[in-house]
Every structure is written in C-alpha cells, then in structure tokens.
C-alpha cells in the first residue's frame, strides 16, 4: 500500500538526519530547468564526455532526460561537505566523492523500503568501475547514478530554488545529489 505524500515526506525527512546532510530542499520536478546549454558544457569542457554511461551522449538528448525527470512529481535536492586543503587539487577534491556517493546510493535504498520508485542523479559521473565499459554494455545498470549535468540541469538554478548554499570556501567540496521520486504513473 502506498503512503500518502504527507507520511512519503515526512519520513523521507526523517531518514534524511541519519546522513551527513547539510542542507536539502524539495522542489516540484517542473520546476526544475532543464537545457541544452548545460550538455553543451558537458561537450566541450569534461573528459568524461563519450566515456561513461552515466554522461552524454550515452544517455540520451536532453529532451529525453527531461521527459523521464519530470515522470516523477518530486526532487529530493541535498548536500554533503568535505572539507580539503585546496578545492583547485583535483586529486584531493575527488579522493572526497566516494563518501558522497555511499550516502546517495544509502538514500536510494531508504527510498526502495518506502517501495518508492526513484531516479537518482550525483555530482560527477558514475565510478562505480574503475574503467567504464562504454560503449559496450554496462556491468552494473542497476546501481549506475547519472551526473547531474548530464540531463541538462543546472545546479546552481536547482540550489538557489532550494535555498542550498552553492560555495562555501576554498577548503570545502560542495557534492550535490539530486533523486526524483513519486513517479507519476499517468506521464509514462
């Protein structure tokens, strides 16, 4: 039996004070702003980009990613902290991410014993695998989080509309996790 949307938010905020969230903030999925500029970005400035299944072109335009988004009414926007001797060494700012990332697939699964459907999104794009199997198939689909970026969302718009601070300083690593829930039967 499914919970109403009151008892869904309610514990989601609930499980929320068991992780090391800073701030968090819900938003109407159609409220969030999807474009081709930000896949633009993706294009020309990430290495990534062609590489993993979790970038483009691998999943797919942005048109796309937007429709399958917005088949869930709700997008669950949160932020985790970690703190590094300079956010410029890229080394050091990334050794922080799998951290994140635990909290993010943690959530995910609090969502799956609510039996709530979700789309999870991360900062970067998917290291689960050392070497992304791109182009041939993918080893762990099922555990695959897309970057953020790469269905055309633009973090800063979705942190300013959740009232999330987008920088801090430059020994703090802002990681952003984006999950849409409450799948909207009637829009599949």
């Given amino acids: 039996m499914k919970i109403s949307e009151a008892d869904l938010f309610e514990k989601i905020e609930a499980f929320l004070a068991d992780y090391p969230i800073c701030q968090y903030g819900f938003l109407k999925s159609e409220d969030i702003l999807f474009s081709d500029k930000v896949r633009y970005i993706c294009e020309k400035e990430c290495p990534r980009y062609g590489k993993s299944w979790s970038c483009p072109p691998a999943v797919g335009e942005v048109a796309d990613c937007k429709k399958h988004c ?87 718009d979705v942190a300013e509309k959740c009232g999330i601070e987008y920088f801090y300083d430059r020994h703090t690593v802002t990681w952003y996790g984006i999950i849409f829930f409450h799948h909207d039967q009637k829009s599949c």
């Fill in 70 to 156: 917005i088949s869930y009414q709700y997008a669950l926007v949160f932020t985790t902290l970690s703190e590094v001797e300079d956010i410029d060494d890229m080394e050091e700012t990334l050794a922080t991410r799998p951290e994140h990332e635990e909290v993010v697939h943690a959530i995910c699964q609090e969502l799956e014993q609510l039996s709530e459907a979700y789309f999870a999104l991360s900062s970067e794009s998917c290291a689960i695998c050392s070497q992304c199997a791109y182009p041939e198939s993918c080893r762990h689909p099922e555990h695959m989080i897309p970057c953020i970026e790469s269905q055309g969302i633009l973090v800063t």
